[in-house]
């Protein structure tokens, strides 16, 4: 639930905060039936908006300890010399426990290697920068429309873009967006007919 301060109710019983409350009066929210939107706060009747929050239950993984792997002969981690370890890193190779294990792109990571290529830009599923190719083909578009002349070049490059939003629509399974696409790549196809025809109007 959202919460845009403690109620005035919580601060007169010592700033103890004793769950949601009704942002007007301190009164307690029953959160059994609360729905995400306006609520109607029943002692004050004032409205107030509140969306339930239930967090996902923590992942812990199961850690085994090396003195609890028997004498079979259980490798350490090479972080946790009290864990037994689980996997191999497949870039350095260094003996990790279940701690340190990071599965990503099919890969078994320690987390040095795993911070390394992530600051490399090297695990796609790592990036938090995306860019936005469907925004560029139609700014291509409209900028290419304007400058006529440069149509041979900006019409192409307009194309480029297009068929790569359309890529990157596919792989991210993004939905809408298919018009400002078609437009665009109109544009790119009106940029070089528009060029084509000038540079023939010329040659005459």
Same mark, same amino acid.
């Given at each position: 639930?959202?919460?845009? #301060? ?91 426990? #279940?701690?340190?294990?990071?599965? $990503? ?6 987390? #040095? ?14 990036? *938090? ?43 991210? *399974? ?7 696409? $078609? ?22």
């Amino acid at each position: 639930m959202s919460e845009p #301060s403690v109620p005035p109710a919580a601060r007169r019983r010592g700033g103890v905060y004793s769950g949601p409350a009704c942002p007007r009066c301190g009164a307690a929210v029953d959160l059994t039936f609360l729905e995400p939107g306006e609520q109607i706060c029943p002692v004050c009747l004032d409205p107030y908006v509140a969306t339930p929050f239930h967090p996902p239950e923590p992942r812990r993984p199961a850690v085994e300890r090396l003195a609890e792997a028997g004498p079979g002969g259980a490798v350490p981690c090479g972080v946790h010399a009290g864990n037994a370890a689980v996997a191999n890193c497949s870039r350095c190779g260094v003996f990790m426990c #279940s701690l340190c294990r990071i599965e $990503i792109d099919g890969q078994e990571l320690c987390p #040095s290697c795993f911070d390394r290529l992530s600051s490399e830009g090297v695990l796609s599923s790592a990036r *938090n920068r995306v860019r936005d190719y469907r925004g560029l083909s139609l700014s291509l578009g409209l900028l290419g429309s304007l400058l006529c002349l440069f149509g041979l070049l900006t019409g192409p490059l307009t194309l480029y873009t297009v068929f790569r939003a359309v890529q990157q629509k596919r792989e991210m *399974n993004e939905k809408g967006g298919t018009v400002s696409l $078609i437009v665009a790549a109109l544009l790119g196809l009106m940029q070089i007919g528009l060029s084509i025809a000038m540079i023939v109007g010329m040659a005459e």
